[in-house]
């Protein structure tokens, strides 16, 4: 798993040398799910993020098995049973900033922000639009959204005997500081 990691930050590296390059390896995504029986929460504090201001493109990866549960049983089930980890380690997205043009990263402020783009889960893979918000300030790049995700969409089987504890469509929330990318 090490391996895949290293990888992939090799591969991110070598791609974004230019400026105008954001880059954090500490992304935050959590993931909420509300019913009258139970809430579930799951926090990976390890996302990598990508973003090359002079085109809007964003990329973001994650493993899976990053996620913590309150209840250890919960992370367990996650893994093995509905997102199956091992065999579906990853969680990617890949898109654009589509109002890019409104946004100025050369100076601090808070801009509305429009994404869209490819979401793969459990090795579906599914367009995604969004808003949010990214922030500059000296010189790093804030960013905050969230979008509810179906389990079903992305073909995670929930049993029937735990249907009523987890929501039909999770809400993702998505927060990272990113940091210029140095030659």
């Given at each position: 798993m090490k391996t895949i990691i290293t990888l992939a930050l090799i591969s991110i590296s070598v791609v974004c040398t230019a400026q105008g390059k954001f880059?954090?390896?500490n992304g935050t995504i959590t993931f909420f799910s509300s019913t009258p029986v139970?809430?579930?929460k799951a926090e990976n504090y390890n996302a990598t993020a990508v973003l090359d201001a002079a085109t809007g493109a964003m990329?973001?990866?994650?493993?899976?098995?990053?996620?913590?549960?309150k209840k250890a049983l919960m992370q367990e089930h996650f893994n093995e049973n509905y997102v199956e980890s091992d065999k579906f380690p990853k969680a990617t997205f890949k898109g654009t900033i589509v109002n890019l043009d409104e946004i100025d990263?050369?100076?601090d402020g808070s801009y509305p922000a429009t994404v869209k783009?490819?979401?793969?889960i459990h090795?579906?893979?599914k367009p995604v639009e969004t808003t949010g918000t990214i922030d500059v300030k000296d010189g790093k790049v804030i960013t905050a959204s969230s979008f509810m995700v179906a389990p079903e969409d992305y073909k995670i089987e929930i049993p029937g005997v735990v249907r009523d504890k987890i929501a039909k469509k999770i809400e993702v929330s998505v927060n990272t500081e990113l940091e210029p990318l140095n030659r």
């Open positions: 880059f954090t390896r139970e809430d579930i990329e973001f990866s994650l493993l899976m098995k990053s996620f913590n549960f990263f050369g100076k783009g490819d979401l793969t090795g579906e893979t």
